[in-house]
């Protein structure tokens, strides 16, 4: 983990992962599995070949193409290319499955006890997989999971951003029998709307219909912010004041460059909308003595942040244990800001009232003497 060993006090810290993509957390064994039950063919002669092409995109995504339109096209793939490239594999309602499965394992290794993993039909049924395929497979790890490992999960719905709208729009209509609708109503996978993929010239307001739906319905919403990227301030400023008819989301993801602008500091902490920050993935492409401070002074400034992964599996395989860790070494923070950080991603989630008690009471018992 870029030589940082987990401490057996980040390793003890009960956790709750917001910000975590499903697809983002297959591992090459299980894609490597997938792909020969369901003929699908990898253009990797054998497993080693597979387990070498992630060291040299883990190695693409340190150095430079993390995005054409910044970067221009070396003709090396995309972050995002790769991710939707590891998707292939998955067919079937047990492929969805098993992959929902093999996170929350993890999960209940790692000591995380409640998640909200983002997940999306739309890159799934452009291949010709059926939405329930996909929304069944999940709901049945998180309803296996809870029992299996003692994971509680709230799974996020999310619109693909560099998509339609109206082919988003779709999406939802089709998946939300399997949301838990205010009403009592659904099958209640997810609980959440969010906004994810390919940022650039797409800002939050573009999919104001598809919030306004969600909230109606009784929904949460969040929507990333990536870091840096072209107009990132702005379409910060938008999530804070201007969707949801001015209200603003509940959470953003990501959202680093508020840091930019002391009114977004001000607005993020005013409205108590949360970040869920992902430092690895911005360790990748900043200096550690340039972002560690950003991160301490969001926490400074009293904003909610909270600490996750992202896509583990495409970056470095680094999880939420290595991301916390990164924060408490390269950040200076001591015990007490852990817990404080950890208290934050119990806040600032969509979980039952009783399972945020229970946790939070058991974050009381941490001892914080450094
Ligand atoms: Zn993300």
Redesign the pocket.
């Given at each position: 983990m870029n030589g940082l060993e987990i401490s057996p006090f980040i390793q003890a810290l009960p956790k709750v992962e917001l910000?975590i993509?499903i697809e983002g957390t297959l591992t090459p064994a299980l894609r490597w599995k997938l792909a020969h039950r369901n003929g699908v063919k990898l253009p990797y002669a054998t497993f080693e070949e597979l387990l070498d092409s992630c060291k040299h995109l883990n190695n693409i995504s340190v150095t430079y193409n993390h995005r054409k339109e910044v970067n221009s096209d070396d003709g090396r793939p995309t972050f995002l290319e790769a991710y939707f490239a590891g998707c292939q594999v998955l067919i079937t309602e047990d492929d969805f499955y098993e992959l929902g499965m093999a996170y929350l394992e993890r999960c209940a290794e790692m000591n995380v006890r409640y998640c909200e993993p983002?997940f999306d039909t739309q890159a799934h049924t452009e291949r010709g997989i059926p939405a329930r395929t996909v929304m069944d497979g999940y709901m049945r790890a998180q309803r296996e999971g809870t029992k299996k490992y003692g994971v509680r999960s709230n799974w996020i719905f999310c619109f693909l951003r560099d998509r339609p709208l109206s082919e988003g729009l779709a999406a939802y209509h089709a998946a939300r029998p399997w949301a838990g609708l205010a009403d009592g109503t659904g099958k209640g996978l997810f609980h959440a709307v969010g906004l994810?993929a390919n940022e650039f010239e797409k800002p939050p307001l573009l999919f104001e219909e598809g919030f306004q739906l969600a909230k109606k319905d009784g929904l949460h919403v969040t929507m990333?912010c990536d870091v840096d990227q072209k107009d990132a301030a702005d379409h910060v400023y938008e999530a804070i004041f201007e969707v949801c008819g001015g209200k603003g989301t509940e959470r953003i993801?990501?959202g680093l460059n508020a840091i930019d602008r002391l009114e977004l500091i001000t607005g993020l902490k005013d409205r108590g909308i949360g970040l869920t920050l992902?430092p690895h993935a911005y360790h990748r492409r900043q200096a550690t003595e340039v972002l560690f401070p950003k991160i301490k002074k969001l926490i400074d400034k009293g904003v909610k942040v909270c600490i996750n992964s992202?896509?583990p599996t495409y970056m470095h395989d680094v999880w939420i244990d290595g991301n916390m860790q990164k924060a408490y070494t390269y950040s200076g923070l001591n015990k007490a800001d852990m817990v404080k950080l950890a208290r934050n991603g119990i806040e600032v989630s969509w979980a039952e009232e009783e399972v945020k008690k229970s946790l939070l009471k058991e974050l009381g018992t941490i001892s914080v003497e450094d």
């Open positions: 910000h993509h983002f994810a990333h993801d990501h992902c992202d896509d």
